[in-house]
């Protein structure tokens, strides 16, 4: 399944293809990634990817989580998801992340605002969450480009190499986004 995002980007459901495609993105940004993403240091090999790719497709089959990698002029940049989606009150939360040199550009904005269309049209939801460490001033940025609302603090809410970090709970709900 494919979501167009604009002429040169899009959204590909994951597959088993993009296993090495995405282990080589992260490989080659590592350091830049690992910043303020917990689970770069456990994808070490190609294998990792596959066993993560295989999980997801079980989780979407269960309506559970939805992961795309994310396609600027048909080259793997990144990915992104709707991830821990509660079918019984509808709601779920994006992730994404992006390699370096793909910054700054708008990209993460522009797939957000389609994976939060797909999240309210076709799944079904009512209400889409971004969590962010507080120190991630990019993240942050985004969901506030984004028209979500910062809704707190969720203190030590989770694990960065070894230390508990403080995220930002942001959301949106189905009915403030169609206005």
């Known amino acids: 399944m494919v979501i167009p995002v604009d002429d040169t980007i899009s959204l590909v459901f994951l597959e088993e293809e993009h296993a090495e495609p995405l282990f080589t993105l992260v490989d080659d940004n590592r350091d830049y990634l690992k910043e303020w993403l917990p689970w770069v240091d456990k994808m070490q090999t190609v294998e990792n990817f596959k066993a993560y790719i295989a999980d997801t497709k079980k989780c979407a089959t269960e309506k559970t989580d939805f992961g ?9 940049a990144g990915r992104i998801g ?3 989606i509660n079918i019984m009150h509808r709601i779920g939360e994006i992730g994404y992340w992006l390699a370096d040199g ?3 550009r708008g990209i993460a ?14 799944l079904g939801l009512n209400r889409i ?3 962010c460490a507080t120190a991630n001033i990019k993240s942050s940025a985004i969901a506030e ?12 809410g989770e ?4 230390k508990f970090i403080d ?8 009915s403030e986004w169609t206005k």
């Open 68 to 76: 795309y990698a994310i396609l600027v002029d048909k080259k793997i």
């Open 82 to 84: 709707v991830h821990h």
């Open 102 to 104: 793909f910054q700054g």
């Open 109 to 122: 904005t522009k797939c957000c605002t389609a994976l939060i269309q797909y999240g309210f049209t076709n």
């Open 129 to 131: 969450e971004i969590k």
């Open 145 to 156: 480009k984004l028209g979500f609302k910062n809704e707190g603090t969720i203190r030590e």
């Open 159 to 162: 694990l960065l190499h070894g």
């Open 167 to 174: 995220l930002y709970l942001y959301s949106m709900l189905k």
